[in-house]
């Protein structure tokens, strides 16, 4: 039995199944799971696709609309933040030349050695802000204003002009001859170290109120230098004007070095000629008859104010001396029955330059370099005009010429009425007419055509050749 029991426990041990590995189940289970990932993948890959996409696009547009929410926001708040202040500042009242002066008080000019000061905007110290002005106003500058705006944030209301613009404040005017061409000076000389840009446009300001246009003479050098003119008058409305590039001076000639005034001379001078059609080939080196050099001496009269007393008897004393003189031609000309073209023509073909103190002394621009000065003064001035009688000795010497120095009439037809008062007393007599000494005038003319016919024989020995080709 025992045997038996054995034998039957061995078969049924032997017929028993064999169990699987741990290990492959789990590779089966694994096959089995990727199998049902690849039809469901496949089953549902284009609609999954189409799904994704409108995702993606979808977050893009919610966050693209963020982004310009914010920068909307951003521009709204730079925008709101310019803080327009007063052109004119009244806190500088007594030093409105002087420092930063009182026309944009808050900004510092740039200095460069030779040059005038100025300011530019944009530029590193604007951080890249535009200059935007308020300025409608003629009677008080306190009333038009100043700021600074982000090109992408200019305040509301904004006229853009394009180009660049010349912003020029002046203490003086821009119809005098002297007054504008010292306004006019600082921006050549920024033009010519820039590469002889030209404006599109020029905003002009006395005392921080707006001028809309400029004298004649003026006028026409601004044109023979930069072409044409264009006075903006900013009448679009009350809102600001902002400008693409601009440049602002405020000091005049300020601290220009004499180089630079040479320079800037040179060049007005050589452009009012070509503006003129005017050809000075020659010039200097004209002779006479006898092989003498030519010397062109002009007398420039004044009507009314400074002009002289007795001007018959003027113009008989220099005739009489350039009579003595080989070569002296003696030429009389009223300066206001003059063109612009005219005086420049006439200055060009003087030596010697005889007339009383006045803006028509101021053509002595278009005279060659080396020409002569000779001026003359109603009685007050030498005791009561201070620095500003030497406004044309200055002019001389920095546009090349030689003022050969005045004469001061110490006589006046009525005496001030009240000497103490030195400012009365100045007004009293500034425009009060010239009169003569024969004995000084003879002995002055004398000794200037001297210097002038000595100058003019070395000029003809010399080699040197001067270029006709103006710099811009």
């Not at 002087?98 to 005038?116: I, K, L, R, Y």
């Not at 009012?272 to 001496?297: Q, T």
């Not at 113009?315 to 070569?327: L, Q």
């Amino acid at each position: 039995m025992l045997g038996l029991e054995e034998t039957m426990e061995v078969k049924s041990s032997a017929n028993r199944p064999k169990s699987l590995s741990p290990s492959i189940t789990i590779l089966l289970i694994g096959l089995f799971s990727l199998s049902l990932i690849l039809i469901l993948f496949h089953g549902f890959s284009s609609l999954s696709t189409s799904s994704a996409s409108s995702d993606l696009h979808f977050w893009k547009s919610e966050l693209g609309a963020s982004n310009n929410d914010a920068r909307d926001d951003l521009n709204s708040r730079l925008r709101d933040s310019v803080t327009f202040l007063p052109l004119k500042d009244l806190r500088f009242t007594k030093t409105a030349m002087e420092g930063n002066t009182w026309f944009m008080s808050s900004f510092s000019d740039t200095s460069e050695e030779n040059e005038s000061q100025y300011l530019y905007f944009p530029s590193q110290a604007s951080k890249g802000r535009l200059l935007s002005l308020k300025g409608h106003d003629h009677k008080d500058g306190t009333e038009n204003s100043y700021a600074l705006a982000w090109p992408q944030s200019l305040p509301n209301s904004t006229t853009f002009l394009k180009g660049l613009t010349f912003v020029s404040d002046t203490y003086y005017d821009y119809v005098n001859l002297w007054h504008g061409l010292t306004a006019m000076v600082p921006f050549v000389g920024w033009s010519i170290k820039n590469g002889c840009v030209k404006p599109t446009r020029w905003v002009l300001f006395h005392w921080g109120e707006l001028r809309e246009n400029m004298g004649l003479w003026l006028q026409n050098l601004v044109e023979a230098n930069f072409g044409k003119v264009m006075i903006e008058q900013m009448g679009k409305g009350e809102g600001p004007y902002c400008f693409e590039k601009a440049v602002v001076t405020r000091h005049n000639v300020g601290k220009m070095g004499k180089e630079k005034k040479l320079q800037v001379s040179d060049l007005l001078r050589c452009k009012a000629r070509v503006f003129c059609g005017i050809n000075p080939a020659g010039r200097g080196k004209e002779i006479g008859v006898r092989g003498e050099p030519i010397i062109r001496l002009t007398l420039l009269m004044r009507k009314a104010s400074r002009s002289f007393k007795d001007p018959t008897a003027v113009i008989s004393i220099f005739a009489r001396e350039c009579a003595m003189v080989d070569g002296c031609l003696l030429e009389v000309v009223q300066s206001e029955d003059l063109s612009f073209c005219d005086q420049v023509k006439v200055m060009t073909n003087t030596d010697i330059l005889a007339s009383p103190h006045g803006a028509q002394l101021t053509n002595m621009l278009f005279m060659d370099r080396n020409s002569s000065i000779m001026e003359f003064f109603p009685k007050g001035w030498l005791e009561l005009a201070g620095a500003g009688q030497y406004a044309h000795h200055w002019m001389a010497d920095q546009s090349g010429m030689n003022h050969r120095g005045a004469w001061w009439d110490l006589n006046a037809e009525e005496e001030c009425p009240d000497p103490k008062q030195q400012k009365e007393c100045f007004n009293f007599y500034k425009d009060g007419q010239v009169g003569h000494n024969e004995t000084y005038f003879a002995g002055w003319a004398r000794t200037v055509l001297n210097h002038v016919r000595i100058s003019k024989q070395e000029a003809m020995q010399s080699s040197q050749q001067f270029s006709n080709a103006c710099q811009c």
